[in-house]
């Protein structure tokens, strides 16, 4: 039934300090962006390596949503990096605060964590 995932949707609380986290810290590309007047919100496309991944929203005074301790729900985003120490120094490089390198326990595969600007976890696993 399922084929792939088509998109991950994310609202956040400043528009323009995700938009840089997403494209210039992440380096995804802009496939669209779009002001929706009747909602007062953004609505900004974003791909990775050429394949349509994140939707990025804004929304006039959003509630936070609790990120920590752990709570129910969709927890984190995870992306996949050829060279995880490269990544990390890359981000150091633009600002952004690892978590310490961890191994998983199941695959023996290093990883870490960091936060974008509303404190939704990301991790980067090493392929």
Do not use: W
């Not at 050429?50 to 509630?63: A, K, T, W």
């Not at 998983?104 to 990883?111: A, I, L, S």
């Amino acid at each position: 039934m399922l084929k792939s995932v088509h998109h991950i949707a994310i609202i956040c609380s400043d528009y323009q300090k995700s938009k840089v986290f997403y494209t210039q810290i992440l380096g995804c590309e802009i496939l669209a962006e779009n002001y929706r007047e009747e909602r007062s919100s953004y609505k900004l496309d974003l791909m990775l390596n050429g394949v349509y991944c994140i939707e990025l929203f804004s929304f006039p005074d959003p509630p936070d949503r609790v990120s920590r301790p752990e709570a129910s729900g969709l927890r984190h985003l995870a992306f996949s990096v050829e060279n995880l120490d490269g990544a990390i120094a890359e981000l150091a490089g633009k600002g952004v605060v690892c978590e310490p390198v961890r191994i998983d326990e199941f695959t023996g595969k290093r990883f870490i964590f960091f936060a974008d600007p509303d404190d939704l976890p990301i991790e980067l696993v090493e392929q």
